[in-house]
């Protein structure tokens, strides 16, 4: 494979996606030889990732996490190095579509060998010839994995347990121990957001893949990350399935989501009712408003779905004439507030039509990011006040004093930076991130801001000492430049194809 794995899983699958309009690795991927050649990466060292709250669905939230750099640093370049023996584990499934591969020309370091758009295609295949289907998913798959089932999905859980078999020479137990040092020596879940993280992950999946084929060769069906779809002809033949499906998960101490576990008869139809009613529309701009009021009405009725999103790509699809763009931009805004997971594409859509000079209501604006960023700051939702600071950036809208002090009350690094790279700390209350201005941090939990607000000058030492000078590897770091706040972050966004560049709806309706 003429692919830099090691390099590639640092550019491109270090920085979550929900928070790379801000942040970048490609500076710490450019400069990895002479960190190689600086330190020694084989010493152990326990750190803490910084964590991000996101949405998931309208109710329900995760964490992700950027792990600090020398610990990725370490994992993917054991991924890199035993990439062979880790290809081998993918290729045990048959049921798997999301075995991860190395691609040119797309954004992220690991593609899925399918896409999530490919399901409704497969699932419509799979079904011929059967009655039933099995559908279920692992219960808070990352969040639930055992690191330490990492070797018993690679190497046997008997073979793995015995106590000879327990050294890093066996890859399985190396990727255990380097997770377990990526977060403050905790066994239990495994980080979202990095490509890594996805491949380990995979390595469970298809081991518990195997165990089934081993148990029911000829079962029809397929696996897209936690998620099995499996058909049948006959209910009992589902049911014994799902058994089985259920002890094997057993033995990596993972449990099957009951609220989501059912076998149902075919044919189903897999496009959601939703879905087929604003298709069903012929929109234009004559139709704006009114198509509008169906979304909303079809959102009350499918908060959970991807409602508000799909929506909105429909409408980007045609050219808003400015005398709707008053109405746009309301839905827009509106979106935002209640399905945050919608904030990347419809500030995408502003900056489009900010872009072409149709201009912006800056009182409706303000109005509805203090109110977003309100709501987020007393739930602690990161993700929301991250994305209503980029719609402000790239529309060149200065912050109000209202919302900095909302802001500045929150204790999290992300947007510490973030707040401090647009503002001079002159004018913010910066005592909250203040305290974190020290040596022990850099291995903590806000490793990025210790570092990276010291490096830019943005935040003085606690002591007044350059704490970044008496720790060998984040000295190195210093020395190459490497900063991962990208400061021409909306110049560079700009520059690209901007048009729906963050329309990665991942919508199908078999799920």
């Not at 990011?369 to 980029?390: D, Q, T």
């Not at 607000?453 to 190195?476: E, M, V």
Request: with cysteine; proline share 3%; net charge positive.
């Amino acid at each position: 494979m003429n692919v830099n794995i090691h390099n590639r899983l640092i550019k491109k699958g270090y920085i979550s996606e929900e928070i790379r309009q801000w942040y970048s690795s490609k500076i710490l991927a450019s400069r990895l030889d002479t960190i190689h050649g600086a330190i020694d990466f084989t010493k152990v060292k326990t750190s803490k990732p910084v964590n991000i709250s996101i949405p998931k669905g309208r109710f329900h939230r995760r964490i992700i996490s950027i792990p600090n750099p020398y610990n990725y640093i370490q994992l993917s370049s054991t991924i890199h190095n035993n990439w062979t023996e880790i290809e081998t584990h993918f290729n045990k499934s048959t049921l798997s579509l999301t075995k991860p591969e190395f691609i040119n020309g797309v954004e992220r370091s690991v593609s899925k060998k399918y896409s999530f758009e490919d399901i409704s295609r497969i699932f419509n295949s799979s079904s011929v010839g059967k009655n039933y289907v099995l559908k279920t998913d692992i219960s808070r798959f990352y969040s639930s994995i055992y690191t330490h089932s990492i070797p018993w999905a690679m190497h046997g859980k008997s073979f793995a347990k015995q106590k000879r078999n327990r050294g890093d020479n066996y890859l399985g137990n190396l990727l255990d121990k380097q997770m377990r040092n990526s977060q403050d020596a905790q066994t239990a879940g495994i980080q979202v957001g990095n490509d890594v993280s996805l491949i380990v992950s995979e390595l469970i999946g298809c081991a518990i893949d195997e165990l089934v084929l081993n148990e029911f060769n000829s079962v029809v069906g397929f696996r897209y990350i936690d998620d099995y779809y499996l058909f049948f002809r006959k209910k009992e033949e589902a049911e014994t399935v799902l058994a089985s499906l259920r002890r094997t998960i057993g033995q990596f101490e993972l449990e099957l989501n009951n609220e989501k576990t059912t076998i149902y008869g075919l044919p189903r139809s897999t496009e959601p009712e939703w879905t087929s009613k604003l298709n069903s529309i012929q929109l234009n701009n004559d139709n704006l408003l009114s198509y509008v009021n169906t979304v909303y009405d079809l959102f009350s009725k499918y908060p959970d779905d991807e409602v508000m999103r799909y929506a909105i790509a429909r409408i980007n699809n045609i050219k808003v004439i400015k005398k709707n763009w008053k109405t746009y931009q309301a839905f827009l805004l509106n979106a935002m507030t209640f399905d945050p997971l919608s904030m990347p594409i419809a500030t995408d859509t502003f900056f489009n039509y900010f872009l072409k000079s149709y201009g912006v209501d800056k009182s409706m604006i303000e109005n509805a990011i203090e109110n977003i960023v309100e709501k987020a700051v007393n739930s602690e939702h990161h993700y929301e006040i991250i994305w209503s600071l980029w719609l402000l950036k790239l529309l060149r809208m200065k912050h109000s004093d209202n919302l900095k002090q909302l802001v500045c009350s929150v204790d999290n690094p992300i947007i510490a930076l973030i707040m401090l790279s647009e503002n001079s700390r002159k004018k913010i209350d910066t005592s909250k991130w203040q305290i974190h201005m020290n040596f022990n941090e850099l291995y903590d939990s806000n490793w990025i801001l210790a570092y990276e607000a010291l490096y830019r000058g943005w935040l003085p030492s606690n002591n007044s000492k350059n704490y970044i000078d008496s720790d060998p590897f984040f000295s190195c770091l210093k020395k190459r430049n490497v900063s991962f706040f990208n400061t021409n972050a909306r110049d560079e966004w700009a520059m690209q194809n901007f048009d729906h560049r963050l329309l990665n709806l991942h919508f199908s309706g078999a799920f």
